[in-house]
């Protein structure tokens, strides 16, 4: 499979990418934990169907010391016993907030607090950020059709 476009090669795209990456970057420094920051992209890669993000987020989850049960009950977090009340909140917040098309309210005041709860100012802020880089990186992905399955931990840091 052939990516439709090659956002290297493309001056324009090049450019932006280039800021893209920065704000990954900003916002795996940010004061959200890794596993939370890896979950989220994560799940929000499973909902968008993400091929290149769910490959890249498992295997940097991985990398980090993340385990395989954890990475496989993400798609059924609410069944699973294995996240804290923290990165359930964190996970459905990143639902709620990928899913603003179907849920004609978008995030939920319930949610919002119950992320509250857990997170801090700071860390509400980056897991916000998190949520809507991950929807605009997943689209830039499925449009052009990138292929999944050849990224190594550590590629785009």
Same mark, same amino acid.
């Given at each position: 499979?052939?990516?439709?476009?090659?956002?290297?090669?493309?001056?324009?795209?090049?450019?932006?990418?280039?800021?893209?990456?920065?704000?990954?970057?900003?916002?795996?420094?940010?004061?959200?934990?890794?596993?939370?920051?890896?979950?989220?992209?994560?799940?929000?890669?499973?909902?968008?169907?993400?091929?290149?993000?769910?490959?890249?987020? $498992?295997?940097? @989850?991985? !990398? &980090? +010391?993340?385990? *395989?049960?954890?990475?496989?009950?993400? /798609? %059924?977090?609410?069944?699973?016993?294995?996240?804290?009340?923290?990165?359930?909140?964190?996970?459905?917040?990143?639902?709620?907030? $990928?899913?603003? @098309?179907? !849920? &004609? +309210?978008?995030? *939920?005041?319930?949610?919002?607090?119950? /992320? %509250?709860?857990?997170?801090?100012?700071?860390?509400?802020?980056?897991?916000?950020?998190?949520?809507?880089?991950?929807?605009?990186?997943?689209?830039?992905?499925?449009?052009?059709?990138?292929?999944?399955?050849?990224?190594?931990?550590?590629?785009?840091?």
């Amino acid at each position: 499979m052939d990516a439709r476009l090659n956002y290297f090669a493309d001056p324009t795209a090049g450019k932006v990418i280039k800021y893209f990456m920065s704000a990954g970057k900003a916002l795996k420094d940010s004061p959200l934990p890794v596993a939370t920051q890896e979950l989220v992209a994560l799940r929000v890669s499973q909902i968008n169907g993400c091929a290149v993000c769910i490959d890249m987020h $498992t295997k940097e @989850a991985a !990398a &980090a +010391g993340e385990t *395989s049960v954890r990475l496989n009950l993400v /798609a %059924a977090w609410r069944e699973a016993v294995v996240f804290t009340e923290a990165e359930r909140a964190a996970l459905e917040l990143a639902e709620e907030g $990928t899913r603003v @098309a179907d !849920a &004609a +309210g978008g995030v *939920s005041d319930e949610v919002w607090a119950s /992320a %509250a709860k857990h997170y801090d100012e700071g860390q509400l802020t980056a897991l916000v950020i998190l949520v809507s880089f991950m929807n605009a990186v997943n689209r830039l992905n499925i449009i052009t059709q990138q292929p999944a399955g050849n990224y190594e931990p550590g590629q785009f840091h």
